[in-house]
């Protein structure tokens, strides 16, 4: 959806939407702002529920300092204005105290965001503003001072963070990515130590150039073709919302007929993913004016090496990416149903995933239908699309079951009789 065609007010509820029950920020805490054509700025309004907040509670603060609207603008209205000055080319400012940002903040670092490949290119680089008391203008100076950096995100020591789009959904993507760089930091160091990728690998990945697909001269929409189309859009806005995949990443596709097949879309944000956005893959072209996404090629060789694939996705949960960037293994033997659903979650080395290797689909089969590529992804395959969800959910419960377990002590897990009691049973 093109978001920006909505009117500021409606942009502001429906992200601090997302941002709250995406646990990203807490009823009181966090504020929304956009400036418009007019140098009008939109902001959330001061000590309103954000878990009830209406398009008419958004305050519209006009350029000579007076307001209008039904409440009092965002208390720290002034670094929102302080940034909008140094950045003419912000139009959309996110403040929030998300649960992991905040601890990068509370030890005074900033994250490395060369964990996984797109996100420095959708952080940018990350500033970092020493404390001042909220809301003065002093606040306001030291974080417009990081912006002027050409940052784009910065960490607010002993308070938060604060990031900056070329519109709000830019903005969104940047501070969802962030938070998720933070968590799954968090977590692998709770694991293990983790593995960042250099400046060198994020550029040879950018180098690559997206494999583009000839376009089909006519495309139909047959009944079960569009049934597929709603259950793909269903699935990604389903684990949107379950903090399974974010915006800027995740790809899901399902078998059609043969090996022809539907896939998200390249470069639209996943939780708003439309019916059209869909792409159909038909006798190795794809449906004309769409891109697919980039790993289409891999999605089209799984298929043809494994005809018991039928639905795939490719997607990061921060608890499964803490054992994607660490070199501990991920041991599902934690509980039956982990196991039954898994198996055994091998990993792949960084750059297997690129279209010219077959590592994967050749590495797939019944007994392994999960795979960890490093610092990349999670891939989980199976037969319907909702099997496949189910094995995503499970993978990621029990990785962060595994990551909660860890304080307590180390895993006991199912031994190799038990083991054996279950293939007996639930597999053969
Ligand atoms: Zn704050």
Wanted: with cysteine; glycine share 6%.
């Amino acid at each position: 959806m093109n978001t920006t065609l909505l009117h500021p007010r409606e942009q502001i509820i429906m992200i601090i939407d997302r941002i709250y029950k995406g646990g990203l920020t807490t009823t009181s805490g966090g504020n929304i702002s956009i400036r418009d054509e007019n140098n009008d700025i939109w902001v959330t309004p001061s000590a309103v529920d954000k878990g009830t907040l209406r398009p008419s509670d958004i305050i519209c603060v006009k350029n000579d300092g007076t307001f209008e609207g039904p409440h009092k603008p965002s208390s720290e209205f002034p670094f929102h204005k302080a940034i909008f000055e140094a950045r003419r080319d912000l139009t959309a400012i996110i403040h929030a105290h998300p649960p992991a940002l905040v601890s990068f903040s509370i030890v005074r670092q900033i994250p490395n965001t060369n964990i996984i490949p797109q996100a420095k290119f959708v952080c940018g680089s990350i500033g970092y503003a020493p404390y001042e008391l909220p809301g003065s203008e002093a606040l306001g100076e030291s974080i417009a001072k990081e912006f002027v950096k050409k940052h784009n995100a910065v960490i607010m020591e002993n308070h938060g963070t604060v990031v900056g789009g070329s519109d709000l959904k830019n903005a969104y993507e940047r501070f969802e990515t962030l938070e998720f760089c933070a968590r799954t930091i968090l977590n692998a160091k709770t694991i293990g130590e983790p593995r960042f990728l250099t400046d060198q690998f994020i550029a040879d990945f950018e180098a690559q150039i997206p494999y583009q697909l000839p376009e089909q001269a006519e495309v139909s929409h047959p009944s079960d073709e569009r049934a597929i189309r709603k259950n793909i859009v269903k699935i990604v806005r389903r684990a949107s919302d379950q903090g399974l995949m974010r915006s800027t990443y995740g790809t899901v596709s399902v078998r059609w007929r043969n090996n022809d097949f539907l896939i998200t879309p390249t470069n639209l944000s996943r939780w708003d993913i439309q019916l059209e956005d869909i792409v159909q893959i038909k006798d190795g072209k794809r449906e004309k004016g769409k891109i697919p996404s980039r790993a289409v090629k891999l999605h089209e060789r799984i298929y043809s090496e494994n005809p018991n694939i039928n639905s795939i996705i490719f997607t990061q949960p921060p608890y499964l990416m803490a054992y994607g960037v660490t070199d501990v293994p991920i041991d599902v033997r934690t509980i039956p149903e982990s196991w039954i659903f898994l198996q055994d979650i091998p990993k792949v080395s960084f750059g297997s995933q690129f279209f010219d290797k077959d590592i994967i689909p050749k590495k797939l089969n019944k007994n392994i239908p999960a795979i960890l590529i490093e610092n990349d992804s999670i891939l989980v395959t199976g037969d319907a699309l909702l099997q496949t969800f189910d094995r995503l959910e499970v993978a990621e419960f029990s990785a962060r079951s595994l990551i909660m377990a860890k304080p307590m002590g180390e895993l006991n897990p199912i031994n190799d009789k038990q083991i054996e009691d279950l293939r007996k049973n639930f597999l053969s």
